[in-house]
């Protein structure tokens, strides 16, 4: 039941693709990221972090509705 993400390297795609990248791990910086992504009026990569054990991986999960 349980789920494991396994991410690229969302950076070295941005290269690929000559895009901006931006990681955001925090509501701060998530809110900055966005707003330089959308200020560039252009296609971006915005890579943001969440707390793995706070996504719900099975139904006993505490949290899965």
Do not use: M, W
């Not at 972090?49 to 949290?63: E, N, R």
């Amino acid at each position: 039941y349980g789920t494991e993400f396994h991410n690229p390297d969302f950076g070295a795609v941005a290269r690929a693709y000559d895009l901006p990248y931006y990681k955001a791990d925090s509501d701060s910086v998530c809110q900055t990221a966005l707003t330089s992504a959308l200020a560039s009026n252009k296609s971006a990569l915005v890579e943001l972090l969440i707390d793995p054990s706070s996504y719900p991986t099975s139904p006993t999960q505490p949290g899965t509705p």
